[in-house]
């Protein structure tokens, strides 16, 4: 009951008209966002950011929160209508979203998009709401052992589980944190890392630089190249009479993937690894696992488009769990508004729940608001993103950049920093050729002013005795867990050659 | 984009190297009553850095990344061509904001975008090229009092005229 009484303040907190307001030109801004190929709400949240110091702290996270939102929404919109996904979350939605716009139903695979992201998005929020308070308060008695496990299990979950090229995703995390490094050395106050004794880099590196830079910079450059400007729309018929008819259609015939969706994009959100992306996906094979008729998976099934786009919402607000009560983000686009959180004097953790009851609730009753206006402006103007979805990439493509330099002189006020950004972007370009991930780069950067002083403190504390995280009741099974993901690829790679060698054997003697 | 992976490695093996060394200027041990040094944190990670990109290399003389396995050139022709063209003219844009400041740098990067890479129509270009350098100068310093770099001091009467609207 307590819990409905902090969630109803919350709601009144979010529907105040500032934030009202904000919630609003946030999930529109996000759908255009999330609807554009080459932008997801990643790049969205990354560039947008420095403008948000004009409004207060707690408002700027709802914004960016809804901007969050709203891009899970519009990824589906050209995936749909260009057959392009608009950002990586909504790969699965092309998969039977654009051959149903191919038949001529783009208006009911945009319709079941719409209505299965909402509600995978009320379905998360429930769990989030009923989940969030007890974890933060278990999170409580959480020390710098256990901080630095959460850390490394977060930095884990990458390596084990990400499904990139191991060696590359380990060099992109430790980067990061020697990113993170730069500047001053918190403990002595001597100066750390400053390359080519550059001045500017006594200040260390921001991370809008470096995510600036990689969402920003490196990953339109990388679209450019990838997509070589030809894109090309399918027409939409929207009526009143029609969105209702294809609404009645979505939830018949797309009921099932929306279930799945909902519950498996929440708890693969929670992963810091995975979210929203390997969620959505993972929502379409279970789905079409389970389906009666999997071989209409494909050509157009409902089921089809329903099952990853309730995922990819479920786990953008699961994604929200692991960063507001344990202080570590579930993607990239929560490594970033955890950033903005601690420039604005939040501290993400468990003692949040304490400190800024107030504003966590505010937040929490934001995801619900954002929710509902992220399917009504949907709806209402579905036309009008197809219509933008038109205009050339040659417009979009140099105000993104102007937005990115602009951003990222904004966020320090030096222009060193504004040259980093640039060159952070068109070495993710050329990383990101080479099947470099990025993501852990920027997460690291996030998370390395709080994982260095945990793992000094730690030490200091056991004398420099490395077993203080192995040896207490929290901290050990974390850091188990964290260790068995680190070494998941090795273990799978000796099976793999296991049954490789089990299997040529009978042939050689044969 | 074989040639790309291997050349990219020992790249990135010099930058850790390099970081390493920088990491040395601090202590990299553990200070007994104090802790592991300054430089320790910096110091290993960079090491496992380098240690990736020997991973790296071993995985490209195995072929078994897809880089390693690629034909393909790492950048082809319309690749080098953007990438010059397009970061050429970023670089150009921050260059001449200490210059001409960030909004002119903002007009001259939208003409030169907009008319010459977009081909797009001069009437459509200066009406974009003209609006969004005013509408993110009102935006900034009036709303957000972020002061953007107003370049070399021949800009200082547009400004002083443009201050009028705000103060």
Not at chain 1, 9 to 25: E, H, K, S, T
Not at chain 1, 204 to 231: C, H, P, Q
């Amino acid at each position: 009951m307590e819990i409905l009484g902090l969630l109803s303040d919350g709601f009144l907190l979010a529907m105040q008209p500032l934030n009202l307001l904000l919630i609003i030109v946030g999930v529109t801004l996000g759908l255009f966002i999330g609807a554009m190929p080459g932008l997801g709400s990643v790049n969205g949240v990354a560039i947008l950011l420095p403008i948000t110091f004009l409004v207060p702290p707690n408002s700027a996270i709802i914004f960016l929160a809804a901007i969050y939102y709203g891009a899970m929404y519009g990824g589906a919109i050209s995936s749909i209508t260009l057959g392009i996904p608009g950002a990586s979350t909504a790969v699965a939605t092309t998969f039977d979203g654009r051959p149903l716009a191919m038949k001529g139903r783009a208006s009911l695979a945009l319709v079941t998009a719409a209505v299965a992201s909402f509600i995978g998005g009320t379905v998360s929020n429930i769990f989030f709401t009923a989940f969030a308070p007890p974890l933060a308060s278990v999170a409580l008695s959480f020390g710098n052992p256990e901080i630095f496990a959460l850390m490394l299990l977060a930095f884990a979950t990458f390596v084990g589980l990400g499904g990139d090229d191991i060696p590359k995703t380990i060099f992109s995390i430790c980067i990061g944190l020697v990113f993170a490094a730069v500047g001053y050395d918190e403990i002595s106050g001597a100066p750390r890392l400053i390359f080519f004794d550059i001045s500017g880099f006594l200040h260390g590196i921001n991370f809008l630089v470096l995510a600036i830079g990689v969402y920003g910079i490196g990953e339109m450059l990388w679209t450019i190249d990838s997509t070589r400007g030809k894109i090309t729309s399918t027409e939409a018929k929207f009526s009143i009479k029609g969105v209702t008819a294809d609404a009645k259609e979505a939830l018949q015939r797309g009921w099932k993937g929306t279930t799945i969706g909902s519950l498996i994009g929440f708890f693969v959100g929670i992963l810091p690894a995975a979210g929203a992306t390997p969620g959505s996906l993972m929502s379409y094979g279970v789905a079409k696992m389970l389906s009666k008729n999997p071989k209409d998976y494909g050509q157009g099934h409902p089921d089809g488009v329903a099952a990853p786009e309730a995922a990819n919402n479920s786990a953008s607000t699961g994604s929200m769990l692991p960063m507001l009560t344990l202080g570590i983000p579930g993607s990239p686009t929560t490594a970033i508004l955890l950033g903005g959180m601690v420039i604005w004097g939040l501290t993400p953790g468990p003692r949040l729940f304490v400190d800024q009851s107030e504003f966590v609730w505010g937040l929490i009753g934001s995801f619900y608001v954002s929710n509902f206006f992220a399917l009504v402006v949907n709806l209402a103007f579905i036309p009008v993103f197809i219509w933008m979805l038109r205009m050339p990439f040659t417009i979009l493509a140099p105000m993104i950049f102007v937005l990115s330099v602009v951003g990222g002189y904004a966020a320090t006020r030096d222009m060193h920093d504004v040259w980093l950004m640039l060159i952070f972007g068109i070495g993710a370009f050329f990383l990101r050729k080479l099947d470099y991930p990025v993501a852990p780069a920027v997460l690291a950067i996030v998370l390395g002013p709080i994982a260095e002083p945990t793992l000094r403190q730690s030490l200091l504390l056991s004398s420099g005795d490395p077993m203080i995280f192995l040896n207490r009741p929290i901290a050990g099974p974390i850091t188990v867990i964290a260790v068995i993901l680190i070494l998941l690829p090795l273990f799978k790679f000796g099976w793999n050659k296991f049954k490789k060698s089990g299997g040529t054997q009978p042939a050689q003697q044969g | 984009m074989r040639r790309g992976e291997i050349i990219t490695a020992g790249i990135l093996a010099l930058l850790s190297i390099y970081m390493m060394y920088k990491s040395t200027e601090l202590e990299i041990g553990y200070i007994s009553g104090e802790g592991p040094g300054g430089g320790a944190w910096p110091f290993w990670l960079s090491a496992i850095m380098l240690i990736c990109t020997v991973f790296i290399a071993i995985n490209w003389a195995r072929r078994t990344s897809p880089p390693s396995q690629s034909t393909e050139p790492m950048l082809d022709s319309y690749g080098m061509k953007m990438l010059f063209l397009v970061g050429g003219g970023i670089a150009a844009f921050i260059g001449l904001s200490s210059i001409i400041s960030m909004y002119g740098g903002i007009f001259v990067f939208l003409v030169y975008y907009l008319r010459f890479l977009g081909r797009h129509s001069w009437a459509l270009t200066m009406t974009l090229a003209t609006s969004v350098p005013i509408i993110f100068f009102f935006f900034f310093e009036a709303l957000m009092r972020i002061t953007l770099p107003k370049g070399w001091s021949f800009t200082e009467p547009l400004f002083n005229w443009l201050n009028n609207f705000i103060y």
